[in-house]
């Protein structure tokens, strides 16, 4: 196991604190010995019989068995089936990943887990990351609960209150900087290059990958086989090639046999990996400055580009685009038919879905993965934004008998 350049090839030492490779700059990837993972797997055989949960899959995670997790309980999110969503869609069998059951309310707690455990194995005293919100409510949750100190750098104005309260409640020390989220990436990356004591945990870190490569593990243990389709939001693109890894590595195990398409979705204002996709994937046009709702995914410069774009070409799967409205009324409908209320970048999955089963791409009877990344309460200026406030009456019978039209019942006594 060693970490090596997805672009080059160099090898490093997993132990080794580098964030990109030195000859090229190329991002780094956790890598395992051909066969080693299915000898982990039967060596660690205890694996099986574990609850789900990100460390139920240990043997196939770079953390050495005597490290000390640092852990919240992450992972074994439910996959629900949908019925009403799913006969409102015109498809047989859609599957809802609800990451927004994790410990701090996204999928970023799996890779969290690993990471600042692996903070704490290589002696760092801090952990840093730029984040659109929920990488920094995640890393202060992580780094508070294994004693290391947190700082976050957000752009100014642009996270959603409920990821901010979480940072600030768990002691992170927050920074805003003006500009967007790429400008905060790019002087992370610097501070980091010059203070070896502060640990990047942006997803440009391998070991964040190798906890959200669970999601794929999980998807397939629960539904006791691979759907057709699994459908992601895709901000840095980190997460999409997570499951993609994670799925490949199954397959390789002999755990599963075939693969699923993939889809990786953006919002109209912010897309510059579906443009990647159309045109081809072998260049990226940046976004200068990114727009949209679903503010998780409002990211202009994606660090994992190349590899997302992989994972759709490679798995005959496809990107799109949705519009804000898309993204709106795809978060309602989730809420209203099936009772999950997600953050509106994790409602994305759904208005592509919809778009993708009207163009024919996805057929009726094929099983299909939508990933709610983020939970909705994440996120609560979407419904001072884009709903009415509740009307308000006096406390009084007939004042709500006359809004909710109830007819009055006269209750017939029989005189005997
Ligand atoms: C981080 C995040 C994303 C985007 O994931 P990437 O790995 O950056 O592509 C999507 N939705 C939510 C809720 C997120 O927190
Ligand atoms: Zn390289």
Request: with cysteine.
């Amino acid at each position: 196991m060693n970490l090596k350049c997805f672009e080059c090839s160099k090898a490093y030492e997993l132990d080794t604190i580098i964030y990109t490779c030195i000859d090229c700059g190329g991002l780094l990837e956790v890598v395992y010995e051909k066969g080693e993972l299915l000898a982990n797997a039967e060596k660690e055989e205890a694996w099986k019989g574990l609850p789900l949960s990100v460390w139920k899959y240990y043997p196939f995670l770079p953390i050495g068995k005597g490290s000390s997790r640092v852990t919240l309980n992450e992972g074994g999110t439910g996959l629900h089936i949908t019925e009403k969503l799913s006969a409102f869609l015109g498809i047989s069998r859609l599957y809802i990943k609800n990451e927004g059951e994790n410990p701090t309310g996204s999928f970023k707690d799996r890779g969290m887990t690993i990471t600042v455990t692996k903070a704490r194995e290589l002696g760092a005293s801090t952990v840093i990351c730029a984040s659109t919100g929920n990488t920094s409510a995640s890393l202060s949750a992580y780094g508070a609960r294994g004693g290391l100190k947190r700082i976050v750098i957000i752009p100014t104005g642009k996270v959603a209150y409920g990821k901010l309260s979480q940072a600030m409640m768990c002691g992170a020390n927050v920074i805003q900087v003006q500009g967007n989220f790429d400008n905060a990436l790019e002087v992370v990356m610097e501070l980091t290059g010059r203070h070896t004591d502060i640990y990047l945990v942006n997803s440009i870190n391998p070991f964040r990958i190798e906890g959200q490569k669970t999601l794929g593990y999980e998807m397939v243990d629960q539904l006791g086989g691979v759907p057709d389709w699994v459908i992601i939001p895709v901000g840095n693109a980190g997460n999409i090639s997570a499951v993609w890894k994670g799925l490949l590595e199954f397959r390789e195990m002999g755990f599963i046999d075939r693969l699923p398409r993939m889809v990786g979705v953006q919002a109209e204002g912010s897309s510059p990996v579906v443009d990647a996709f159309e045109s081809g994937g072998k260049r990226i046009e940046n976004v200068k400055r990114p727009e949209t709702v679903a503010t998780a995914i409002r990211i202009g410069a994606p660090v994992s580009w190349k590899k997302a774009v992989r994972a759709m070409m490679d798995s005959g799967g496809t990107a799109m685009k949705v519009s804000d409205d898309e993204i709106l009324e795809a978060q309602g409908s989730l809420a209203r038919l099936e009772g999950l209320f997600v953050e509106p970048a994790s409602a994305s999955p759904i208005a592509a879905l919809k778009k993708l089963i009207r163009n024919g791409t996805i057929a009726r009877d094929e099983r299909v993965v939508c990933v709610a990344t983020g939970h909705g309460l994440k996120d609560p200026d979407i419904i001072s934004r884009f709903y009415e406030k509740p009307i308000e009456v006096p406390a009084k019978i007939d004042a709500i008998e006359e809004i909710l039209e109830l007819k009055e019942k006269k209750t017939i006594v029989a005189a005997i």
